[in-house]
């Protein structure tokens, strides 16, 4: 069989099913490989900024490493702009959707707000809220994503810094995105591991 018998969805049997899963459970087996040559395009995105977007995730990934971060807050940190390409209007919630089968819930929320935690630092001298982030104040995870923007995000601009290259974190990728989606070990719902191991 080399594809299904149906042109519409309803009209598929067991077998067609069967099928297609089998090919999506293989294709999903490469999401690593797939987002690590998304993240090479990061370097035709957005200029103006004396690094290039690939370089800033590169940097705030190399910054949650030396501040001693945990796998699923590194890879966070690497993919946290990877919606700057595909969705510039919320590239925050881009990067949460790829990221929330895979890492814990505390991670994906905080990549998810990031964006209105930012605007603390330039809301005001583009006519935005710079205050955004205090809807979110009752969150649980609201000093993590403070944290995450202050040590990480908004200080990864640098082109003087030591940052490493992207296939420094390739394993680390290759080894979240294999994980099993929604493991609730993995998720772990109201979890918070700190930023740092201190």
Known sequence: MDHVKFTAMKDGDKEDYEFLTHH?????KGTAARLLEAMVDLDKGLSGYQITRLGHSLQSATRAERD?????WIVGA????????YAPYNH???AAAILRPFVREQVTWVVEKHGDFQLVYYGEHVGANPDKREAYRDSPYF???AAFCERWDQSSFDPAYD???????ADRVEQVFARTPYDPDVIQPGTRIPLSNG
Do not use: M, N, R
């Open 163 to 169: 940052t490493l290259p992207l296939s420094h974190f």
């Open 24 to 28: 999506e459970v293989e294709y999903t």
């Open 92 to 94: 925050d919630e881009y």
């Open 68 to 72: 001693g971060a945990d796998i699923d």
């Open 78 to 85: 690497l993919l946290h702009d990877i919606g700057d390409i």
């Open 143 to 145: 000093d993590d994503c």
